[in-house]
């Protein structure tokens, strides 16, 4: 199998692990319930947010708000799986990045077509300080952007 084929067996997996944290999470417990990890650093807390990246924009009080999020980030997937195909297949630190995009945004594409909502349920914070709660789209979506930075700061200008 390829290199991209590898990925896309990725893609699935850590697809079906988002999708199954937040069913468990979702069905284990009730909305803003919340079970400590690790007293003063972690929790797992059922959370839902209609907004954008950690929150913003939820709760707006505005329903086409919905759908336009919702098509803005049909689009930037859209962008994501161009930019994946057309990527060499020897650019594997780039692959892996977009594949980690693809993965999250995926996981929280089918939160909003599902759900209507998607289900955050980590919880880091020390002391008052909370990170915004958030789940595993987030993460891979998270360190694959952060992947692709490192990338393109690597390469040698043209």
Known sequence: ???K???LGLIA????????????????LALYETRR????????????????????????????LRWVLAAASF??????????????????????????ILAGAIGNNLDRMVRGSVVDFLDLYLGRWH?????????CISIGAALVILVILRRKPA
């Open 131 to 139: 990170w915004p709660v958030f789940n595993v789209a987030d993460s």
């Open 37 to 64: 990890v690790i007293p003063g650093v972690f929790n797992i807390i059922h959370s839902r947010n209609d907004g954008a990246i950690f929150g913003v924009l939820s709760h707006a009080g505005n329903p086409s």
């Open 13 to 28: 997996l850590l697809v079906a692990l988002d999708q199954l944290t937040k069913a468990a999470v979702a069905k284990g």
């Open 1 to 3: 199998m390829n290199r």
């Open 5 to 7: 084929g590898l990925l």
């Open 75 to 100: 689009v930037a997937l859209a962008l994501v799986v161009t930019y994946f195909v057309k990527t060499p297949a020897r650019d594997g630190l780039m692959l892996t990045a977009l594949s980690l």
